[in-house]
């Protein structure tokens, strides 16, 4: 594909210049889709119904995390994406908030530390720096721990960003051709099949190539190139207390927090995980339930949340709670994201279903969907990750 020049995403320039790709999905999957593509030297746009970081992005807590995945294609994926995001903290604009403040994880008592303990042995076999923290060590870390833990680990590579910002920044260094507020209607096929672009009600763009960024959405996307893949959504709620000095320094979660993540179950699930942020507040998190796209107020999550948080860090039970927010992550039954070429639609690739790691997961998403789009060689194995193994296993 011809290398041709950078356009302006925020000026929507060029738009009648052809393309190489279209991207469904303003979230940071889609504008890290949009940033590598580019950088290879295509043609990109990027498409979606609401604005910029509309969907899961925005209603993310902007966690990089290694600490809570165990070894296999979910945590090469986010190793790579740990480098990438370190690279892209230095290329990017301040707003985007990158913390490199690392994670903590604890565990209430000596079996559960054990069970972290295994976990972890596991992890520093492919590359995760963790250290084991003592009971009595934990406050050296975290002054405002509760008392009593048995202990937890380290993860000085967990990190954090703003994601909101680093989708419209990406998104910005892109120059990718945006198209916003423009819902797609339909996804153009020619002959045998191939695609050849999208409708939206103001403007068809015209592409041998587009990727399924739609995040929550993309099982819809799926449906409308002809094909399948049983994206779900998986809501979770997200407490913001009133501005604090910095009284949690790290990424802090009960250990109970790893196995909610791999948990397949349709019920609430509520473990702790709280951090503070450049601007003061505290954000807690983080429950999940299969409720559909139900966006009634829980406030039995709520109320799961506020007690456990305080239960970690009791200096948060008199804070005051200013919003609570909540979104959908795009679940797939097996947990990993569908990234790569779908087979049964020449030029179609997905690159969603990665559930609350699709923030952390995003760059080394977009450097797979590069390599697939260029012919170049991957990074890492992507067979993992192919958008069709749901068929086969049906």
């Not at 985007?96 to 008592?109: F, H, I, N, Q, R």
């Not at 449906?223 to 009284?247: C, Q, W």
């Not at 979660?253 to 473990?271: N, P, R, T």
């Amino acid at each position: 594909m011809p290398n041709r020049p950078p356009t302006d995403a925020r000026t929507n320039a060029l738009t009648d210049a052809p393309l190489d790709v279209v991207i469904i999905g303003a979230g940071v999957v889609g504008a890290a889709c949009a940033y590598y593509a580019s950088r290879a030297g295509l043609s990109v746009a990027v498409v979606d119904r609401g604005p910029v970081a509309g969907g899961t992005t925005g209603a993310g807590e902007g966690n990089l995390l290694v600490s809570d995945k165990g070894p296999g294609p979910e945590l090469d994926l986010a190793l790579l994406s740990t480098t990438l995001w370190r690279e892209l903290a230095a290329a990017l604009p301040a707003q985007t908030e990158y913390e490199a403040k690392g994670g903590l994880v604890v565990a209430p008592d000596e079996a559960t530390l054990k069970a972290l303990r295994v976990f972890a042995d596991g992890q520093r076999a492919v590359g995760v720096r963790v250290t084991e923290v003592a009971g009595d060590a934990l406050h050296d870390l975290e002054p405002h721990l509760a008392p009593g833990l048995a202990g937890g680990f380290h993860y000085p590579q967990d990190a954090q960003v703003q994601p909101a910002q680093a989708a419209a920044r990406l998104l910005a260094a892109s120059g990718a051709r945006l198209f916003t507020g423009e819902e797609v209607t339909a996804v153009l096929r020619g002959a045998g099949g191939a695609v050849r672009g999208v409708r939206t009600a103001r403007r068809e763009l015209l592409a041998p190539a587009v990727v399924n960024a739609a995040g929550t959405w993309g099982g819809r996307i799926a449906e409308l190139a002809g094909t399948t893949l049983p994206v779900m959504p998986r809501r979770g709620f997200v407490l913001v207390t009133e501005p604090l000095p910095r009284v949690v320094r790290h990424k802090v979660y009960a250990a109970d927090y790893i196995a909610d993540v791999a948990s397949g179950s349709a019920a609430l699930q509520s473990s702790a995980v709280v951090e503070g942020t450049p601007a003061g507040p505290v954000l807690i998190g983080a429950t999940r339930e299969r409720v559909g796209f139900d966006r009634a107020l829980s406030t039995e999550a709520l109320r799961r949340l506020a007690a456990q948080a305080a239960a970690l860090f009791p200096v948060l039970a008199d804070v005051r709670v200013l919003r609570a927010y909540h979104g959908f992550r795009p679940y797939l039954p097996d947990h990993l994201p569908a990234i790569g070429p779908d087979p049964r639609v020449p030029g179609l690739l997905h690159a969603c279903g990665h559930e609350g790691a699709g923030i952390g997961l995003a760059p080394g998403t977009g450097v797979l969907i590069a390599a697939a789009l260029t012919g170049a060689g991957a990074p890492l194995d992507p067979v993992p990750f192919r958008p069709d193994r749901f068929t086969e296993e049906a």
